[in-house]
């Protein structure tokens, strides 16, 4: 069982960055692969970022890429999502999420563990 804390939203400025991270619990963190996603009003969940186990390989969502780096630090069991140039479409409820895998999808439905979510808002 793993449980997930996110934290590090907020109200930015459009331009402007933030760094959100999410804490998570339990044994062999480095087993898991990590994934960040975001709901925006109205909309349905999508997937962000994603980091592997080893954090070796990463994947971004289309919108983000070039602009957000997720990161991971297994010796303190953390994943990071570093935001910069943030847009007003990037407001949403960002969720860290974790799958007992060294692979990770961008599946929603790949995720076994989900934290419960920091509000990112960015005003234009």
């Known amino acids: 069982q793993v449980q997930l804390v996110e934290s590090g939203g907020g109200l930015v400025q459009a331009g402007g960055s933030l760094r959100l991270s999410c804490a998570a619990s339990?044994?062999?963190?480095?087993?898991?692969?990590m994934g960040w996603f975001r709901q925006a009003p109205g909309k349905e969940r999508q997937f962000v970022a994603c980091?592997?186990?080893?954090?070796?390989?990463?994947s971004y969502a289309d919108s983000v890429k070039g602009r957000f780096t997720v990161s991971r630090d297994n010796a303190k069991n953390t994943v990071s999502l570093q935001m910069n140039s943030l847009k007003p479409e990037d407001t949403a409820v960002y969720y860290c999420?974790?799958?007992?895998?060294?692979?990770?999808?961008?599946?929603?439905?790949?995720?076994?563990?989900w934290g419960q979510g920091t509000q990112v808002t960015v005003s234009s």
């Open positions: 339990g044994h062999f963190f480095n087993g898991y692969a």
């Open positions: 980091i592997s186990g080893s954090g070796t390989h990463t």
């Open positions: 999420a974790a799958r007992p895998y060294l692979l990770a999808t961008m599946k929603i439905e790949d995720y076994n563990y």
